[in-house]
């Protein structure tokens, strides 16, 4: 699968700030104590796991903060399923360079890597249902944009990047407005014609007043089965349903099963397991 890489400019100040994290006040003390500046190393960021490859521009960016000499080779690529001991890049050149990016390239790649391991699990669950797998905005602050950009790679879809790309009527929106139609009123009021307005619904009532009002997609919110197979009638194509709540690998199936168009899953990006990865020597 081909994946369209992140430009840049949106990873290099995540790589950066990382970088500056890590080397404090006096730079990679252990390397300097250590490794003479002219002594070279080549080594290869190995998979210790199976998963999906998300993130590799990551190890080339570290370095070219540190020495933009170190060749960087990718051996696999983003979106690509290795298996565990898989070779997923190899770097050449100076020693203290490759050593004092390591952690911050581990750290970005391996989070990276889990969050589309675990968004491919979620995919593959529900093949052949016709529903898609979306993230949310229960993102890392400050790496969301590589975060979704994870889930790309893991075959999933992203949901809104922020509160300015789309309107999203949840419940406090409601309880502040008095009703969901009230709410939908004063959103397609406001909203530009390139603004969807989707609504959060937690009953078969509410989904009616919806649904009255013309909303672009609805949320079903902790739906039991039941009741989301009654939506799916009752709204029988007339908007983009969304289900959401709780939904686990365990039941993603069932819940993509009632016909629903899109599950929204935070655990994608919240409660990913890191991919282990690790860097190895290459002797000779």
Do not use: W
């Amino acid at each position: 699968m081909t994946i369209e890489p992140l430009p840049d400019l949106i990873i290099q100040p995540v790589v950066r700030g990382a970088l500056v994290e890590d080397l404090g006040r006096a730079g990679d003390i252990t390397a300097q104590a250590c490794v003479p500046a002219d002594v070279k190393l080549t080594a290869d960021f190995v998979a210790r796991r199976g998963g999906v490859v998300a993130g590799l521009s990551v190890i080339r960016l570290a370095l070219a903060e540190l020495d933009p000499t170190v060749r960087v080779d990718d051996l696999t690529a983003d979106g690509q399923v290795v298996t565990a001991g898989a070779t997923l890049a190899r770097v050449s050149g100076s020693a203290r360079a490759v050593l004092t990016a390591e952690r911050t390239a581990l750290n970005i790649l391996g989070r990276l890597c889990g969050i589309a391991t675990l968004t491919q699990d979620f995919v593959d669950a529900v093949a052949g249902t016709g529903a898609k797998i979306t993230d949310t905005r229960k993102t890392t602050p400050g790496l969301r944009a590589l975060e979704k950009y994870a889930v790309r790679c893991g075959g999933g879809i992203n949901h809104r990047f922020g509160l300015d790309d789309a309107i999203l009527i949840k419940d406090n929106h409601v309880a502040a407005c008095g009703s969901v139609g009230e709410a939908i009123r004063r959103a397609k009021a406001f909203a530009g014609h390139l603004v969807k307005v989707e609504v959060e619904v937690d009953s078969l009532l509410q989904l009616q007043e919806a649904l009255g009002n013309d909303p672009d997609v609805i949320m079903l919110d902790n739906f039991t089965l039941d009741d989301m197979r009654e939506a799916v009638k009752l709204v029988d194509r007339r908007v983009t349903l969304e289900a959401s709540g709780g939904i686990t690998l365990d039941t993603v199936r069932a819940f993509a099963e009632t016909g629903v168009d899109v599950i929204s899953v935070g655990a994608l990006t919240h409660s990913a397991k890191v991919l282990d990865i690790g860097l190895d020597a290459v002797e000779g």
